[in-house]
């Protein structure tokens, strides 16, 4: 037992990048979990992770027991999933990770009202930018746009979206609407900073694509669309948060003939592939979505 706890302590210091994350994860003080840590060498007989004042790093052998912790810790996950889904009730820890935005407004009231239904399920939201490594951070799920990046996951369709190019009507009648791709580089657009490099080079598509520029740059979606409904651009967005801003006429579709698909997805490892509490969210979710779609999508 003694052994399976410690593999569990160390999964959780390795992701993190200093003792401080891992002992406000692990609810311990810094001094507890570096005395474990040592511990758990000790025993072991090498060192398993190198410590800095800035940072931590695995050595060969930490990266060889984090290995073999993460396959004991899941196998460990899958027999529980198996008991309790033979009693058909979820149970255990389940970590999520999605966008901050997304996060906020559809996935964490979802949660919401699965935990009131299943309440042996303790559930954690992670909301990020860009999307991390689900196997590295220890998620379960992952709430996200367009493909995985990685193929060792499996995925599957939440929601249908696309990104589509918008801008306030006000903008428009004051600088004119774009009739062709090219001419978005004679406007002033609006630039999300978030999870690709080439920002600035808006994609529909293998063979239609525009370099633009603006003044306005942000990593932060709401604020984007703020400066849009304000008149200060043109921007491509998800048709899920712009839908109700073009039904109420504060928005206008731009060159409706590009968009990008971005379909909202469930993504998850395959490892995980029958966990019950997993596949029991994920069903959840996509009703819970789907009830919304008519609003959530462009007439």
Not at 50 to 79: K, P
Not at 157 to 166: A, E, H, K, P, Y
């Amino acid at each position: 037992m003694t052994g399976e706890s410690d593999m569990q302590f160390f999964a959780v210091v390795a992701r993190r990048n200093s003792l401080t994350e891992a002992a406000l994860e692990l609810g311990l003080t810094a001094s507890a979990v570096s005395r474990r840590l040592a511990r758990i060498e000790d025993r072991l007989g090498v060192r398993l992770i190198n410590r800095t004042t800035r940072r931590l790093s695995l050595t060969s052998e930490g990266e060889a027991y984090l290995s073999a912790s993460f396959d004991i810790i899941n196998r460990v996950a899958a027999a529980e999933e198996a008991i309790s889904s033979a009693r058909g009730e979820p149970q255990g820890l389940l970590r999520i990770n999605a966008t901050f935005q997304f996060g906020r407004e559809h996935v964490a009231p979802a949660i919401s009202a699965f935990s009131a239904l299943h309440p042996d399920v303790q559930i954690q939201l992670v909301l990020t930018d860009a999307p991390p490594n689900l196997i590295e951070e220890g998620f379960d799920l992952q709430i996200r746009f367009g493909e995985p990046t990685a193929t060792r996951h499996v995925m599957g369709l939440l929601l249908r979206n696309r990104r589509v190019l918008i801008a306030s009507p006000a903008y428009l009648q004051k600088h004119g609407t774009p009739k062709r791709l090219s001419d978005l580089t004679q406007h002033s657009c609006i630039v999300l900073r978030q999870e690709h490099k080439a920002y600035d080079v808006w994609r529909f598509g293998p063979d239609a694509s525009v370099r633009v520029a603006g003044g306005l740059s942000t990593n932060d979606g709401e604020i984007a669309v703020s400066w849009v409904l304000d008149g200060h651009g043109i921007m491509m967005r998800s048709e899920w948060d712009i839908t109700r801003h073009v039904r109420a006429g504060r928005l206008a579709v731009v060159l409706p003939r590009y968009f990008m698909q971005a379909d909202v997805m469930a993504v998850y490892p395959e490892r995980l592939n029958l966990s019950a509490k997993v596949r029991m969210f994920i069903d959840f979710l996509r009703d819970r979505l789907r009830e919304k779609a008519p609003e959530l999508h462009l007439p």
